[in-house]
């Protein structure tokens, strides 16, 4: 890992760039995925499932003997600690329901919101080296609690032609309508324009890599809505002195086993505390599974020694973190002066783990420092909120010589007539 101490402010914007990701140079190529798939349907996407996924498939659809088969094979303690992390995640997500509002801005205007549901949303749950059944959970629960009329799945198979038990034992529970045996572009490209199996949605949601980015931000341009734009997971540490090395090493790597592109950063003001935790690094990383996808991604990590907390707390905040730790003495403190990050995870005990699993909050957040802009899902983003007015001609003979008089001004003669022959014909009633 790289080690920095006690950088200058001209370094930062350097210090905190994240490992390139040229998604543009996939666009040709994506495009011409999507574009078979908008004319070949079904035909198209099962091609690529030969071609990407090395399955040979019939159908698209995952059938019902399929769901049964997955749920005998997944085991009693996994579907335990699936129902406590989607009950978990169910409680925290009711818990945003949106009230409405309504308000009269004048005697006689009355203007209101009501949130609605998206009605027809896709989810993309990746296979690859880790089957994310964790990612159906998070984003299939708030669409339920939403309203959401259809939910639909698409995550590849495996050679066998069969999806992950866990997969969709999971789906089971979160209450998905309907699962598709499709991944990458293809996948995107048969919920974005739809297939003679798979429904055209309204929103796409979910994680993937480059190439499953690509897509999703090529079908935005005008086909279908997207959650995020999306990039590789990261993790920052803020830490102090007191903070536990081998804790702190831990949640490091815990992100860093993600993929080979993952950053994990240390933010700290203590030179003992990231010479500790160096060597916690060098113990624990030889006894991970994923060692050397772990090992790769700490090439593009750091550990970076401020002066004090304060400026520790500016890095992070310029940095932006998709998920952010704190373990420091005053994290109550220093937590109300973070004001860009996905999730944050105070004091030694929060891990990011309980976040990616079952604590309730969202594992679905923005990396690539898009926390600046953009909130993780949540229920809203399931919902769509309209706007309602009710105008009686007391109210439209208050407002309507300022509409009267902007559209003037805007030179939107029609504009102002909508208004001018209202107001006459209340004159006229008179």
Same mark, same amino acid.
Not at 81 to 109: D, K, M, S
């Given at each position: 890992? *790289?080690? *920095? ?38 035909? !198209? ?26 749920? !005998? ?8 600690? *699936? ?8 409680? /925290? ?153 081998? /804790? ?71 940095? !932006? ?13 220093? !937590? ?51 706007? /309602? ?31 001018? *022959? ?9």
């Amino acid at each position: 890992m *790289i080690q *920095i101490d006690y950088p200058s402010r001209s370094q930062w914007a350097e210090l905190l760039r994240r490992p390139v990701m040229n998604i543009e140079s996939l666009f040709d190529t994506v495009r011409d995925i999507l574009s078979h798939v908008q004319a070949e349907g079904d035909k !198209a996407v099962l091609e690529y499932e030969r071609q990407f996924d090395h399955a040979s498939l019939s159908s698209l659809p995952v059938t019902p003997e399929e769901m049964d088969e997955a749920e !005998a094979q997944v085991s009693d303690a996994l579907k335990e600690a *699936i129902h406590l992390a989607a009950g978990n995640i169910r409680a /925290f997500h009711e818990a945003q329901r949106f009230a409405g509002c309504h308000a009269q801005t004048q005697p006689g205007v009355a203007c209101w919101q009501k949130a609605v549901p998206i009605e027809r949303v896709g989810l993309y749950v990746p296979g690859g080296t880790a089957p994310l059944f964790s990612t159906v959970l998070m984003l299939a629960i708030p669409a339920r609690i939403a309203g959401c009329r259809e939910i639909v799945l698409c995550t590849p198979p495996g050679k066998d032609g069969r999806v992950n038990p866990a997969v969709l034992y999971a789906a089971h529970v979160a209450g998905v309508s309907r699962i598709f045996k499709a991944g990458g572009v293809q996948a995107i490209g048969a919920m974005a324009y739809g297939t003679q199996s798979v429904p055209k949605v309204y929103k796409i949601f979910g994680p993937g890599n480059q190439y499953v980015t690509a897509a999703k931000q090529l079908v935005s341009l005008r086909d279908v809505a997207i959650d995020m734009p999306a990039g590789p997971s990261e993790v920052a540490v803020l830490a102090d002195g007191d903070a536990r090395p081998d /804790f702190v090493a831990a949640d490091l790597l815990s992100q860093a086993e993600h993929g080979i592109d993952s950053q994990a950063i240390l933010v700290t003001t203590s030179i003992p505390l990231r010479q500790a935790v160096v060597e916690e690094i060098g113990r624990q990383l030889p006894l991970l599974p994923r060692r050397d996808i772990a090992a790769r991604s700490l090439e593009n990590s750091k550990l970076i020694v401020a002066k004090d907390m304060d400026e520790a707390v500016e890095l992070v905040n310029n940095y !932006a973190p998709e998920h952010l730790i704190i373990q420091a003495e005053d994290y109550a403190r220093i !937590a109300k002066y973070i004001i860009n990050a996905g999730s944050v995870f105070l004091g030694p005990y929060s891990t990011e783990s309980a976040g990616d699993y079952a604590s309730g909050t969202n594992h679905t957040l923005p990396t690539n420092g898009y926390a600046r802009a953009y909130s993780g899902v949540s229920l809203d983003s399931f919902i769509r909120k309209i706007t /309602f007015q009710e105008i009686t001609p007391e109210g439209l003979r208050r407002i309507g010589p300022a509409i009267q008089e902007m559209a003037a001004n805007e030179h939107l003669e029609a504009h102002r007539n909508a208004v001018t *022959i209202r107001m006459q014909s209340l004159n006229t009633d008179l």
